[in-house]
């Protein structure tokens, strides 16, 4: 069973900087794309960056330039590094990914950015 757990949610000033984990269980974590998701109060989920096995990544046009999604495939851990934090970035953050065609979410982790 395939599990994903994040970490790293908080509460930062604009401006400030937070890292988010998701550590990966239950699959080959090395060929799997993994992905951050958000949703903010009142609005839809929307995909921030993923990154494939491979390392290839992409990113919402919001997020570009200032987060940036990595991997440690030796710890089964995917990260999001969000710098330059704008009140519009707060929201519960989500990682995702795709296992023999069944998508899974973890219960996500809540980034509140406000002075």
């Known amino acids: 069973q395939v599990q994903l757990v994040e970490s790293g949610g908080g509460l930062v000033q604009p401006g400030g900087s937070l890292r988010l984990s998701c550590a990966a269980s239950?699959?080959?974590?090395?060929?799997?794309?993994m992905g951050w998701y958000r949703q903010a109060p009142g609005k839809e989920r929307e995909s921030v960056a993923g990154i494939t096995g491979g390392g290839d990544t992409n990113y919402a046009d919001s997020v570009k330039g200032r987060f940036t999604i990595s991997r440690d495939n030796a710890k089964n851990t995917v990260y999001l590094q969000m710098n330059s934090l704008k009140p519009e970035d707060t929201a519960v953050y989500y990682c995702?990914?795709?296992?023999?065609?069944?998508?899974?979410w973890g219960k996500g982790t809540l980034v509140t950015v406000s002075s």
């Open positions: 239950g699959m080959i974590f090395s060929i799997n794309a």
């Open positions: 995702n990914t795709t296992d023999y065609g069944i998508r899974y």
